[in-house]
């Protein structure tokens, strides 16, 4: 790109080819940008939304491609660069969530700030429970929590740490379109904010209507339509 970079655009140049056992070859071969906000990554099983996720994170190594932060390289094939996850400041809520359930919500949502100091762990975790209205519920366990309590704690958990880029792998299913509706709301006013690109995964028309956002189309691991 000319010019200067906007720090917050993710772009992505991506090509994977996974060969699973007693099944047909499958290539994600993509070029495309993420700008801050909701981007929904929409497609039919198997399109390829959550290997482009995985490629973001750091989960999985593309076989050829770049992806980058502003001007910062996240990956690049050419230069064998590969940020290990961990340093790539990407939250990423899975459809299961993946909430420890011996832990209460609060100790949930404080797991990845152990580096910082007390005080600044306990502002963190009361500004993000006000901002998703869970400051109740911080001495429950998972299994004591509603499907969308749990999904206000695993975006908290996500969220605390500041990520710069958020990835969703369908993370509403099996909640009613009242609670889409509130817990969406609740994520578009943190993000006037933060600012970040969010990239929401779903195969789900209605919710993707409903989120009246940026859509990428998938279908076959390449995008159809954007």
Request: hydrophobic share 40%.
């Amino acid at each position: 790109m000319a010019g200067e970079v906007d720090a917050s655009t993710l772009s992505c140049r991506t090509r994977v080819e996974r060969r699973p056992a007693r099944a047909p070859s499958f290539v994600l071969d993509v070029a495309l940008e993420f700008p801050t906000g909701i981007s929904v990554i929409f497609g039919p099983s198997g399109s390829g939304k959550s290997t482009l996720l995985d490629c973001i994170a750091g989960l999985l190594r593309p076989d050829a491609g770049r992806i980058a932060l502003g001007a910062e390289t996240l990956f690049d094939s050419q230069t064998r660069t590969n940020i290990r996850p961990e340093f790539r400041r990407t939250g990423y809520v899975f459809q299961s969530l993946a909430l420890f359930p011996h832990m209460s919500a609060e100790e949930n949502i404080a797991y990845g700030l152990s580096k910082l100091s007390r005080p600044e762990q306990g502002t963190r975790i009361t500004e993000i429970t006000k901002a998703f209205h869970i400051g109740a519920l911080l001495s429950r366990k998972p299994g004591e929590l509603s499907g969308g309590e749990q999904q206000r704690v695993a975006l908290a958990r996500s969220l605390v740490t500041r990520p710069r880029v958020l990835l969703l792998d369908e993370p509403m299913t099996g909640l009613d379109e009242h609670l889409k509706a509130s817990i969406i709301g609740d994520l578009l006013l943190w993000n006037l904010q933060q600012r970040i690109p969010i990239l929401y995964v779903t195969h789900n028309r209605e919710e993707t209507a409903a989120l009246a956002a940026r859509v990428v189309r998938l279908d076959k691991g390449r995008v159809l339509e954007q």
